[in-house]
């Protein structure tokens, strides 16, 4: 029972946090084509966005998600189907601290690093789909 208490934080965490990291993005991407002021603005409204919403989501998710796996870590690491996921969340991951950085040079003024961050934000919505698919699908998965 405790498990399913992980797993339902674990993913509202995630709801949260893929939805503010993607809105970051495509708030840069808006803000790159406006001019400085105005981009600066959008540009600090995308940092907030990102530092008080996205940021603690992540955490939680990825804290409730050890503590999913440490409730059984043998189990857990000889499903062949989780290590795709992982190396999909760890991508996910990467393009979260990408657009995090691109998001304080744009709040900085910086109007032309804000360009890739619709492609980055749909990067990363790509990659969350597959885990989503790797999630859900698992049992059709099993050799």
């Known amino acids: 029972m405790f498990t399913y208490f992980l797993i339902t934080i674990h993913v509202l965490a995630n709801l949260v946090w893929i939805g503010a990291i993607s809105s970051v993005g495509f708030l840069l991407a808006w803000a790159s084509k406006m001019p400085e002021a ?3 603005i ?3 409204m995308a940092r907030r966005l990102y530092s008080i919403v996205a940021q603690p ?3 939680v998710s990825f804290l409730f998600g050890v503590a999913i ?3 059984n ?3 857990y690491l000889h499903l062949h189907w989780f290590h795709g996921k992982l190396t ?3 991508a996910v ?3 979260h601290h990408v657009i995090g950085a691109k998001t304080r040079k744009v709040a900085g003024g910086s109007m032309q690093q804000g360009g890739s961050g619709a492609i980055l934000s749909g990067a990363l919505l790509l990659c969350a789909l597959f885990v989503v698919t790797l999630a859900v699908f698992q049992q059709n998965l099993i050799p």
């Open 38 to 40: 105005e981009g600066k």
């Open 42 to 44: 959008v540009g600090a």
């Open 57 to 59: 989501a992540f955490g």
């Open 69 to 71: 796996v440490s409730t």
């Open 73 to 75: 870590v043998s189990s």
């Open 88 to 90: 999909l969340v760890l």
């Open 93 to 95: 991951i990467a393009l």
